[in-house]
Structures are given as C-alpha cells and as structure tokens.
C-alpha cells in the first residue's frame, strides 16, 4: 500500500516550457486534489476532482489544467510554465470531508 | 485578511517543554479543525482534527477549539526532538469543498 504518489520529485523548466505532473493513489478514494504551497502562503487548492470523471477549480487554477484519467490518477499539467509556478506541489486523496493523505510533493522551479 | 491566521515562528523550546501552537479564524462557518504534521521535504500528515468547540486528546497531543474567539490551539506535552516539524492548521466548512489552511508554524525541540 504506497499511499499518494507523485512524480517527479524535482523539476527544473525554462519559461514557456510545459510538462505534467503525475498522481496516483491506491487508496480507492473518489476525492483527489492538487495543492501548492509557497513560503509564508500555506496550501493553497489549485484543482480537486470529487469523483473520476469530474475536476473543479480550487483558488488558484490559472495557467493550471488538470485530467482525471480514472479513480486512481490524477494530473497536473502546466501548459507554458512561468516563474510565478515555482512552488512545491502536492497531490492528496481522501474519503470523506477533508484531505487526509497528501503525497510527498514536486519541488518545481521555473527559471 | 486570510480566513486562517498563523504566526510562521520560528517556536524554538527545549526537550520536554510543553508547546502550544495557535491560529485564528475568521469565517463562523467553519464546523472542523485540523492539525497537520509536515517534516521537512515531506507531505503534510493529519495529526488529528475536532468538531466544534471542545477539546481533543491522543497521547502527548491536545487539540482545543474556541469558537466563541475563533481561536484554534495544539498542545504538545513533553516535548520531543521527533517533534520537530512545521505544524499546519486548517479549518473545514460544510459549505463547500475548500479546505482552508493557515501558513504553517515552525517548531524546534532542542534536545
């Protein structure tokens, strides 16, 4: 039982560039969510997605889209990265009202 | 002003020390109160959560709730060195899905 997974653990992109990040969780949970969080800003919900087939925003989608792919995977694509991306991202599932389980976070820098 | 307010530290204290750690909130509607554990590098962990007003225990950890001052507390009695960790409050309305977190308080056990 691994929990949330994410990759990868690190990336470094040039602005303009676009990549995905990756979640899974094998927890059979139907809620799943993407946060960032940056010094002094706590978390902040970019995505979540109640059940496979459906996402909606959180506080900060802009330059943000994300894919439900199946009740396991859900992921983060960033289209043309900007500096202001640079952040730690986590992915997290639960069952229930409120995230219990986050994975262990992209460290992104956009250069 | 942010919905969930917390002083970033750092709490430094030595060995066996009990700490307390403190936010403030500012929506009513606020029903559930959460303290995450995140080590450095690492994703949050739920630490535990209470309903309401009231407190909560679970070992060498209490969590107390005042919602007359809006005012969220996590006690840690003896403090240990392991402790050391940057602990996350959130609060959870059954309004929506938006999980609101405050910036995180650093604590330091010195041993």
């Known amino acids: 039982n691994a929990g949330v997974t994410q990759t990868p653990k690190f990336q470094v992109l040039k602005t303009g560039q676009s990549m995905t990040l990756q979640c899974a969780q094998d927890m059979n949970h139907n809620s799943m969510y993407w946060y960032r969080q940056d010094p002094g800003m706590g978390l902040r919900l970019i995505y979540y997605?109640?059940?496979?087939?459906?996402?909606d925003k959180g506080e900060v989608p802009n330059g943000y889209n994300v894919s439900r792919l199946n009740k396991r995977e859900f992921s983060l694509r960033l289209e043309s990265a900007a500096p202001s991306q640079t952040s730690v991202y986590f992915c997290?599932?639960?069952?229930?009202?409120?995230?219990?389980?986050f994975g262990p976070g992209t460290r992104l820098t956009v250069l | 002003q942010k919905e969930v307010e917390q002083d970033p530290g750092p709490l430094s204290v030595p060995e066996g020390a009990i700490v307390s750690l403190n936010c403030t909130y500012s929506n009513s509607a606020f029903q559930y109160f959460m303290w995450y554990r995140q080590y450095s590098r690492k994703g949050p962990e739920l630490l535990m959560y209470t309903y309401s007003s009231g407190n909560k225990e679970d070992g060498r950890f209490t969590a107390q709730v005042d919602k007359s001052s809006k005012y969220i507390s996590l006690f840690i009695r003896d403090s240990q060195p392991s402790d050391s960790a940057t602990y996350l409050c959130?609060?959870?309305?059954?309004?929506?899905?938006?999980?609101?977190f405050g910036a995180g308080t650093i604590l330091r056990v010195k041993s």
């Open positions: 997605s109640a059940s496979e087939g459906t996402t």
């Open positions: 997290a599932s639960t069952e229930g009202s409120w995230v219990r389980y």
């Open positions: 959130a609060s959870w309305g059954e309004y929506g899905n938006k999980l609101v």
